[in-house]
T-cell receptor
């Protein structure tokens, strides 16, 4: 299957700082990437859809000025958590969409996730 | 009502047992269905897609009932390594986004 990497895998920061997370598709190009957040014992919640060369589409309730997304190339999307606070501590996971072919449905491949802890 | 609902479990089974999970979805416009597996503190990994006619992959069998809007996953001959959280995932027609259930935890014991 396709490989997606994320960096960093974990980060601890002080309240008020900004944190940038990178998501890369290593062996394929992804016009669409997704950013999810997962709190303990909760389901993955989609935050936004990142489209190469255009603005991200945010889900309801997700502040676009707080969670800045940039998808500048076909292999890289970044999520910046600005002015992070303890309630932003979570597991952030990206995925990249591989379009289906021959009538098959699209598949999403997930990065290994970034565990953010804000003190 | 949540869009995708699953029994959170945990399901505790001995090695070799057969175990089944169900998942219900509320949006009748849903068109694609998947089971993902997520290990503790790891990312989800695709286990299998679910097709209308039902499909099997080794010890795993997935079924879809569109009329009742539920999906099932059957695991035969459980292994210790099957211990994980199994996520029911649904995709709506015309959308590229996925909707995840909260997952069902499976614990397989020796």
């Amino acid at each position: 299957g396709a490989v997606v990497s994320q960096h960093p895998s974990w980060v601890i920061c002080k309240s008020g700082t900004s944190v940038k997370i990178e998501c890369r598709s290593l062996d394929f190009q992804a016009t669409t990437m997704f950013w999810y957040r997962q709190f303990p014992k909760q389901s993955l919640m989609l935050m936004a859809t990142s489209n190469e060369g255009s603005k991200a589409t945010y889900e309801q309730g997700v502040e676009k000025d707080k969670f800045l997304i940039n998808h500048a190339s076909l292999t890289l999307s970044t999520l910046t958590v600005t002015s992070a606070h303890p309630e932003d501590s979570s597991f952030y996971i990206c995925s990249a969409r591989v379009p289906g072919s021959g009538g098959n449905t699209d598949t999403q491949y997930f990065g290994p996730g970034t565990r953010l802890t804000v003190l | 009502r949540k869009e995708v609902e699953q029994d959170p479990g945990p399901f505790n089974v001995p090695e070799g047992a057969t175990v089944a999970f169900n998942c219900t979805y509320s949006n009748s416009a849903s068109q694609s269905f998947f089971w993902y597996r997520q290990d503790c503190r790891k990312e989800p990994k695709l286990l299998m897609s679910v097709y209308s006619s039902g499909n099997e992959d080794g010890r795993f069998t997935a079924q879809l009932n569109r009329a009742s809007q539920y999906i099932s996953l059957l695991i035969r001959d459980s292994k210790l390594s099957d211990s994980a959280t199994y996520l029911c995932v649904v995709n709506r027609r015309g959308y590229s986004t996925l909707t995840f259930g909260k997952g069902t935890m499976l614990l397989v014991s020796p």
